[in-house]
């Protein structure tokens, strides 16, 4: 069982990127699926998910270990927002607690700067990160709650539902597709 709590950043590269190096962070997160996955690619690993989000870079390198897991990742999320929904949903099986909470939003960048060159390139980019971002949903299962999903209808769907903060509880997140189901007390503690 792996733990992904708090902000997903990356480690520390200098005094003014506070990247993370405990062992909630991403990508010791990562270096343990790729070894547990190198001892025993049969054995489920559950990743617990506690997570606000954060960096977009980070948290799709960890989606890519994930989805290229040989092992099949189990994903629980306690609450999960933002980038740690598109996490939770990448899961092999996706489960929730009974009072978890999700909260899907567009991707944002903090302090954007420059000329109007600058700004148009960092446009372009976020444009491209909110299009992955909703394509991950989509390939992961999530259909919007609609009852006959279409991709086309999907897309749509999900980008109405996040052109803000949008909020959802668990039996709200197994209609939407983000969670399968709510987990039980005997898959946790045993019975």
Known sequence: MLFLRGIIVGWPCSASYPGRDDQFSPTAIMDSIIAMTVEDN??????????????????????????????PIITLGMNAASMATVLLAAGAERLAMPHSRFMLHLPSTSGMSGDVKEV???????????????????????????????????????LSDIDRVFWIGAEQAIK????????IPSELFGA
């Not at 990743?47 to 989805?67: F, H, P, R, W």
């Not at 939407?176 to 987990?183: A, T």
């Open 42 to 71: 049969t054995k489920p690993i559950t990743l617990v998910i506690n997570s606000v989000g954060g960096v977009t870079d980070e948290g799709m390198m960890l989606y890519d270990v994930i989805k290229l897991s040989q092992a």
């Open 120 to 158: 148009e390139l960092h446009t372009k980019e976020i444009i491209k990160m909110k299009d992955t971002r909703v394509d991950c949903y989509i390939e992961c299962g999530v259909t919007a709650g609609l009852a006959k999903p279409d991709t086309k209808k999907i897309r749509k769907q999900i």
């Open 176 to 183: 939407y597709g983000l969670v399968d189901r709510i987990v």
